[in-house]
């Protein structure tokens, strides 16, 4: 079966820099989502990555190395309101969705 | 303004007695998923329809069921919750099938199974 892996929790400071890794298996790959969820909230879009390389969003970049079956999050001068989790998503060889459990990202002062 | 509307948000039932979760949408969407998350988990999928065509996945309970009556409303069924269904339940709906486009969720329903 498919599996994502990603951290289950991370700590970062208010103006800080943090990036969130993911990585997934690599038979058949159509493409792989970042989603931000706020406590108690519904999952939003952040980013779809399907060709590698960096795509940069004002404060959030999402990166993706197909070869390595690896993507990550990079998010940069945190704000408080940047505490959530995100999931990383994969689209497998099926177009299914493959969802990872997230990482829950805590901003400290 | 929202376009993926789910009601309620907030859902208490008792073990066993039938639970209707609904969803609408006004992005005029093909595709309607239904999604079941218990907390610090990953979103499971439960269903989805693409137009009127419905597509279980192979490991939801039998005791879930949904309908989709129209391309804007949804309907998710539990026809006897147990302690276990007690989740958060997301409606998300997509342009088009393959899973290669943004989901656009609701803001969710919270079930309690008492």
């Known amino acids: 079966g498919q599996n994502i892996d990603q951290p289950t929790e991370m700590t970062a400071t208010e103006g800080a820099i943090v990036q969130i890794n993911c990585t997934y298996q690599?038979?058949?790959?159509?493409?792989l989502f970042w989603y931000q969820q706020h406590a108690g909230e519904a999952p939003t879009f952040l980013s779809y990555?399907?060709l590698d390389g960096l795509e940069e969003k004002g404060r959030f970049s999402s990166f993706l190395s197909r070869s390595k079956g690896y993507s990550y999050l990079l998010l940069k001068e945190l704000q408080m309101k940047d505490s959530a989790s995100y999931l990383c998503?994969?689209?497998?060889?099926?177009?299914?969705?493959?969802w990872g459990a997230g990482t829950k990202l805590i901003i400290k002062p | 303004d929202a376009m993926v509307i789910q009601n309620p948000r907030y859902q208490v039932t008792q073990f066993g007695k039938p639970v209707t979760l609904s969803c609408s949408q006004t992005?005029?969407?093909?595709?309607m998923y239904w999604y079941q998350q218990k907390s610090s988990q990953a979103p499971k999928l439960l269903f989805h329809?693409?137009?009127?065509?419905?597509?279980n996945e192979a490991d939801t309970p039998d005791n879930f069921q949904s309908r989709r009556p129209n391309t804007s409303f949804c309907f998710l069924d539990i026809r006897s919750p147990g302690l276990g269904d007690a989740a958060m339940y997301l409606c998300?709906?997509?342009?088009?099938?393959?899973?290669?486009?943004?989901?656009?969720f609701g803001e969710g329903s919270r079930l309690t199974v008492l």
């Open positions: 998300a709906t997509s342009r088009d099938g393959g899973n290669t486009g943004e989901l656009f």
């Open positions: 992005l005029n969407h093909n595709v």
């Open positions: 329809y693409y137009d009127k065509d419905f597509n």
């Open positions: 690599t038979s058949g790959f159509n493409g």
């Open positions: 990555n399907v």
């Open positions: 998503a994969e689209v497998d060889s099926n177009y299914q969705l493959i």
